[in-house]
């Protein structure tokens, strides 16, 4: 798997924006101050700014919704916006806290590499990686990216997208070719994914690497949303074609397990839409 690329903002050029600094600054106060709101002589008092700069900033911060005026106080507080885009971190990230005790179950069961993915931009961005014990094992790092088209935890993510993002996913990310059994094509990949809902896990059959077997299952949250995928690989002498259908099972199980203590319920409304996304 190649590495993360870093981006222009990571390769030592300053491109710091003073204004921006600042207004992160007084967000960074009301979120964390000891007063419950902070009036802007207070806010300039603390953060040593002139009181006209933490006006104009305040007023902007006002304007774009993130920042709002406390009733009965003449200061300023967070709004709810602050609120939701906290939440919307915590919704992605606590996944993990709940998938990590099965996974590293899977891994002792299996004696294989598992690690878990999400969705980020145009690959499968490796948060949770358990090596295997035995030799032979992937190496699989934290940061990884791992290609969409053709490894099990791209299939198992792209499977469950809605259909007006797959085709700019896959455009911005395109089909590069790994070994003679990579997907190149998008008619090819649509086949693919269907066949992942049908069988609800995905297969890297030495896609993305020569020798290299992988069978991944999807995570839902509890609307019905695949916040992330997770696999299992190891070498293709060990994940031979008479032992996947028995680690497929076990992905699925996993798959189910880890959903429900995230809220997910088929039988419910959201099952309906989840069946129906990337169709």
Do not use: W
């Amino acid at each position: 798997m190649k590495k993360a690329q870093p981006t222009p903002l990571e390769r030592g050029r300053d491109y710091t924006v003073k204004s921006v600094v600042k207004a992160l600054n007084i967000l960074e106060l009301l979120a964390e101050g000891e007063l419950p709101a902070y009036t802007l002589t207070e806010l300039s008092h603390h953060l040593g700014l002139h009181i006209t700069t933490v006006h104009r900033l305040v007023a902007n911060l006002v304007r774009q919704g993130f920042v709002e005026e406390a009733p009965g106080t003449g200061g300023y507080q967070l709004s709810f916006r602050v609120l939701r885009m906290g939440l919307g971190v915590l919704n992605r990230l606590d996944f993990r806290q709940v998938a990590e005790p099965l996974l590293e179950k899977l891994t002792r069961e299996t004696q294989e590499a598992v690690h878990l993915a999400i969705l980020e931009e145009t690959g499968a961005l490796v948060v949770a990686s358990y090596p295997s014990p035995q030799p032979g094992g992937p190496d699989v790092r934290l940061g990884d990216i791992a290609p969409l088209h053709c490894s099990g935890v791209g299939k198992a993510l792209l499977a469950y997208q809605p259909r007006s993002l797959l085709g700019p996913i896959v455009r911005a990310a395109g089909f590069p070719h790994y070994t003679r059994k990579t997907i190149t094509n998008l008619a090819g990949l649509r086949k693919e994914l269907e066949l992942v809902r049908e069988q609800r896990y995905a297969l890297d059959q030495e896609e993305t690497l020569e020798g290299l077997i992988g069978v991944a299952g999807p995570v839902f949250d509890h609307t019905g949303h695949a916040v992330a995928a997770f696999s299992i690989a190891g070498p293709a002498t060990r994940l031979s074609a008479e032992r996947v259908p028995e680690i497929a099972r076990l992905v699925c199980a996993a798959s189910d397990q880890i959903s429900y203590r995230l809220g997910y319920r088929p039988g419910r409304r959201q099952a309906g839409r989840q069946r129906a996304v990337g169709r």
